[in-house]
C-alpha cells in the first residue's frame, strides 16, 4: 500500500507524515513533503540554493511559510 509523501510505513492516528529529501547539486532538487502535500519542490518552482524551509502549524498542518536562505552568498 501506499503511504502518505510516499513512506514506507504508516504514521499512528494524530501523527503527521513528512518527508523531507536533500537536492543533490544542480542535479535533484530538495523536496518537503507534509502530511500528503507536497510544499518544497522543483516542480512548485519554490525552491532555491541554501537551506529550504518550511514553517508549518503543529496542530493544524497549515503551511504558514517558505522561505529559503542563502548560505553561499551570505
Known amino acids: 500500500p501506499r503511504h502518505k509523501c510516499g513512506n514506507q510505513k504508516s504514521c499512528p492516528q494524530n501523527y503527521f507524515a513528512f518527508k523531507i ?3 543533490a547539486a ?3 532538487g ?3 513533503c507534509f502530511d500528503n502535500v507536497v510544499l518544497m519542490s ?3 518552482n ?4 541554501g537551506l529550504n524551509i518550511a514553517l508549518v502549524n503543529g496542530t493544524s ?6 522561505d529559503i536562505f542563502d ?3 551570505g
Open 21 to 23: 529529501i536533500s537536492g
Open 26 to 28: 544542480n542535479v535533484v
Open 30 to 32: 530538495p523536496s518537503i
Open 42 to 44: 522543483s516542480v512548485k
Open 46 to 49: 519554490n525552491i532555491g540554493r
Open 61 to 66: 498542518g497549515q503551511l504558514l511559510k517558505a
Open 71 to 73: 548560505m553561499y552568498s
